[in-house]
């Protein structure tokens, strides 16, 4: 084993955790995942399930995961929905939004008390609205044909699930793309920088004492390589490795399961 490598995942002290794909697929846990986490905890490592699903709000996760026997505080999640809610609070404040979300995360923005409305907005806002409708989508259309800031929550094309995947935010973005022309001019989630400098204030760790851990190319280990942290790739969802070969993308380190990260741990 290198010992440098060995080295630089020893010295990481907040693990960020992707869950999709990672921890779990569905409602299943992949073998020997949170097991590995309560080790890592016993070790003195920081753990926060860091996630772009913005179908669901902090709480909610915290009780689904409850209900897969899984005990964690909302400070160990964060979601792409609450990152873009302290975004639009940090760069936008008191700005009227147009959100496409579920309702449990349109009470998740109104909490921040972010001004949300249905007439004449300042920014749209496209979370991963699973309850979507042909009217919300057509209205979101509309004021962004009118020119009002647009921010997606993040770009995944899809969501995993255990029999076929899911269209995600990305899958809007594509839509609204090929309907009226318009980009995001913000996309806050992983891989980008928004998402990254809310976490590096929340738990004060050095950009070298941080792994992202995720199976997604684009998102999870990206947003360890753009933002400076470690990234870990685990074999266990959406990548290959016949993908990663053709990527040219770098991990620094790539496992065939969350759980074989302990051979390289102290």
Same mark, same amino acid.
């Given at each position: 084993?290198?010992?440098?490598?060995?080295?630089?995942?020893?010295?990481?002290?907040?693990?960020?955790?992707?869950?999709?794909?990672?921890?779990?697929?569905?409602?299943?846990?992949?073998?020997?995942?949170?097991?590995?986490?309560?080790?890592?905890?016993?070790?003195?490592?920081?753990?926060?399930?860091?996630?772009?699903?913005?179908?669901?709000?902090?709480?909610?996760?915290?009780? @689904? %995961? !409850?209900?897969?026997?899984?005990?964690?505080?909302?400070?160990? #999640?964060? /979601?792409?929905?609450? =990152?873009? +809610?302290?975004?639009?609070?940090?760069?936008?404040?008191?700005?009227?939004?147009?959100?496409?979300?579920?309702?449990?995360?349109?009470?998740?923005?109104?909490?921040?008390?972010?001004?949300?409305?249905?007439?004449?907005?300042?920014?749209?806002?496209?979370?991963?609205?699973?309850?979507?409708?042909?009217?919300?989508? @057509? %209205? !979101?259309?509309?004021?962004?044909?009118?020119?009002?800031?647009? #921010?997606? /929550?993040?770009?995944? =094309?899809? +969501?995993?699930?255990?029999?076929?995947?899911?269209?995600?935010?990305?899958?809007?973005?594509?839509?609204?793309?090929?309907?009226?022309?318009?980009?995001?001019?913000?996309?806050?989630?992983?891989?980008?920088?928004?998402?990254?400098?809310?976490?590096?204030?929340?738990?004060?760790?050095?950009?070298?004492?941080?792994?992202?851990?995720?199976?997604?190319?684009?998102?999870?280990?990206?947003?360890? #390589?753009?933002?400076?942290?470690?990234?870990?790739?685990?074999?266990?969802?959406?990548?290959?490795?016949?993908?990663?070969?053709?990527?040219?993308?770098?991990?620094?380190?790539?496992?065939?399961?969350?759980?074989?990260?302990?051979?390289?741990?102290?």
């Amino acid at each position: 084993m290198n010992n440098e490598l060995r080295e630089k995942i020893n010295k990481i002290k907040l693990f960020l955790m992707d869950m999709d794909g990672t921890v779990y697929v569905g409602g299943d846990k992949i073998e020997g995942a949170f097991e590995t986490l309560d080790t890592l905890r016993e070790k003195g490592k920081t753990i926060c399930f860091v996630t772009n699903n913005s179908s669901r709000s902090n709480n909610t996760y915290v009780a @689904n %995961l !409850a209900k897969m026997d899984v005990s964690i505080t909302p400070d160990e #999640i964060y /979601t792409s929905g609450e =990152a873009t +809610c302290e975004f639009l609070n940090r760069k936008h404040a008191g700005k009227k939004v147009f959100l496409l979300a579920t309702d449990d995360v349109y009470e998740e923005f109104k909490s921040f008390n972010i001004p949300l409305t249905s007439e004449d907005p300042d920014i749209v806002v496209i979370c991963f609205d699973t309850s979507l409708t042909y009217d919300k989508l @057509n %209205l !979101a259309c509309r004021f962004l044909y009118q020119g009002k800031l647009y #921010i997606a /929550t993040h770009p995944d =094309a899809n +969501c995993p699930a255990p029999i076929s995947p899911m269209p995600d935010v990305g899958s809007f973005i594509a839509l609204i793309q090929t309907a009226i022309g318009r980009s995001p001019d913000v996309i806050v989630g992983k891989p980008n920088c928004e998402m990254a400098e809310s976490i590096l204030a929340k738990y004060g760790a050095t950009r070298d004492e941080i792994a992202m851990v995720g199976d997604r190319l684009y998102t999870d280990i990206m947003f360890g #390589i753009n933002n400076g942290f470690n990234s870990v790739l685990v074999l266990t969802g959406e990548t290959t490795e016949a993908m990663l070969a053709e990527s040219g993308i770098s991990p620094t380190l790539v496992l065939p399961s969350f759980k074989d990260i302990l051979e390289y741990i102290d």
